[in-house]
């Protein structure tokens, strides 16, 4: 996980450059740094006297002039600050409030500050509290891609476990075995100041000895697997689960079967168990499967227009076939540094293709496609999270929420249609929602290579209401301003 994506940093990601000198940057998040958790976890307030006000004060009011510059300047949408966004009221960053105020454990405070998070994005704010809340409320949220729902709910399991107890208390769905791990990662990392607390896979080829009861306090898995840990194998108890999430709603119900399996699931859970659902996106079918899955919803949603997030920029490219794709491709990459890319094909014949002809091209190519063993894409999508492949060339669904920090462009090599050809919404804003994370800068491009495609296109745009601009990749001049 990227831990550092809440502070401003003066590094410059391809060329998307950081407009200011960090020195003056840096005054933004004074304030918060004087009220981290000492190494205990406890709070530390300094004691300030009135001379230390007065300095505070004038550091605030510095720090806020630097805030009205950047944004009368227009110098917000130039980089990469992730602290400007979240004081921006129509950011889904914004947040007014700490981290502290959320009341969360100081073990947790101390994680999520661990994790570089100086303060809460708008989901976590809305729905931290309720989650938190007792009695716990069930809730349905809905947050555009890498605005911190995982963190959200991550938050929330950590804070009602009860390390005593030795037995799975929480229970998250994840819909692939490739996020099942990210999110663990994410709850291993947070929960870092929480030694005592344990937590197990269920994904496929994590075999246990049949007769074994769990001891781990969270489970996360793939719902066909935690289904046979509840009911065929007896493993888990689902009678002592306390908080039970579903996340990628969305993604899960695309996929053949996990929606009967989740809702067997939850039918297993006691009565006052409390249910949490999030998704990037809500077509009726998904909204549908929420209200199965979640009684008595609290419910977090966003307004169509919402959906997208303006620091992703979005533009098509139009060619005459697959070879000209491939060269607007490469011209792109000989226009503009590109620090890390995901490029989405529509076969894996495609996708193989093209990862071969970027490899002749020179480009650290990695391919992620779904006949690959699990271990193995988990292996490839790792190398890339590293950085040692700088090109993911990838069909669909494994890399949906996958989270790399550094991936500044997405490509749609092809535009993602559903089986009858209809433009597939959801998964464009999933695909696109793999770059701009958590307030950074990013650049789609769709390519263009037929009549029908510009339909496609054009729908897309019509169902999101946000102009998709054409940009022509033979102009090399057009495309560097595109990335300034
Ligand atoms: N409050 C925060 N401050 C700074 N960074 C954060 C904060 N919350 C989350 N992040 C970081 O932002 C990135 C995106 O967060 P996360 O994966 O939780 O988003 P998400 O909404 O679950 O995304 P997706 O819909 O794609 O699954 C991660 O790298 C995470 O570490």
């Known amino acids: 996980m990227a831990g550092a994506a809440g502070r401003i940093r003066g590094r410059a990601l391809g060329r998307f450059p950081l407009a200011l000198p960090v020195g003056d940057l840096s005054n933004l998040h004074l304030k918060e740094e004087k009220s981290k958790p000492d190494a205990n976890g406890a709070v530390v307030k300094t004691n300030a006297n009135a001379e230390k006000a007065d300095e505070e004060e004038k550091e605030d009011r510095a720090a806020q002039s630097l805030l009205n510059k950047l944004i009368r300047s227009n110098l917000v949408d130039n980089t990469n600050q992730v602290e400007v966004l979240q004081r921006d009221p129509n950011s889904p960053l914004y947040s007014v409030k700490s981290f502290e105020e959320l009341r969360l454990k100081p073990q947790l405070l101390q ?112 719902p066909g697997t935690v289904l046979d840990w509840c009911a065929k194998l007896k493993f888990i108890d689902p009678k002592k689960i306390k908080v039970f999430v579903l996340d990628e709603a969305d993604v899960m119900i695309a996929t053949q079967g996990h929606q009967d399996q989740s809702i067997r699931i939850q039918r297993m859970l006691p009565r006052n168990c409390q249910m949490l659902l999030f998704s990037a996106t809500f077509e009726d079918s998904v909204w549908k499967f929420a209200q199965k899955v979640v009684p008595d919803p609290n419910i977090i949603k966003l307004k169509r227009e919402e959906e997208t997030l303006d620091t992703i920029k979005q533009y098509y490219v139009l060619c005459n076939n697959r ?93 993602p249609v559903d089986k009858d050809g209809n433009p597939d919404n959801e998964t464009y804003l999933h695909r696109i929602g793999r770059t701009g994370r958590f307030g950074k800068r990013g650049l789609a491009v769709n390519m263009v290579d037929s009549k029908h495609s510009m339909n496609i296109l054009n729908r897309i745009q019509e169902h999101f209401n946000k102009k998709i601009e054409r940009l022509d990749t033979d102009d090399l001049d057009e495309i560097e301003k595109i990335a300034n």
């Open 111 to 222: 994680g999520v500050y661990a994790m570089g998070f100086n303060r809460p994005s708008k989901i976590q704010e809305n729905a931290l509290p309720l989650m938190l809340a007792e009695p716990p409320q069930n809730l349905i949220a809905q947050s555009q891609s890498g605005t911190g729902k995982t963190a959200a709910f991550v938050l929330a399991m950590l804070s009602q476990v009860e390390p005593a107890n030795r037995y799975p208390q929480c229970l998250c769905l994840s819909p692939t075995y490739e996020l099942a791990l990210q999110t663990g990662k994410v709850i291993e990392q947070m929960g870092k100041f929480y030694p005592e607390l344990k937590l197990a896979y269920a994904v496929r080829g994590n075999k246990l000895e049949r007769g074994q009861k769990i001891s781990e306090h969270i489970v996360i898995g793939t």
């Open 323 to 415: 070879d000209e794709k491939f060269q607007a491709l490469c011209n792109l990459y000989g226009a503009i540094t590109i620090a890390q890319a995901m490029i989405f094909c529509h076969t894996r014949k495609t996708a193989s293709w093209l990862a071969a002809e970027l490899s002749k091209e020179g480009h650290q190519v990695a391919l992620l496609s779904g006949e690959m063993m699990v271990e193995q894409r988990a292996a490839v999508i790792e190398r890339f999270r590293e950085g040692k492949e700088k090109v993911l060339v990838t069909t669909n669904v494994c890399a949906r929420g996958i989270d790399v920090e550094q991936v500044s462009v997405v490509i749609n090599f092809d535009l």
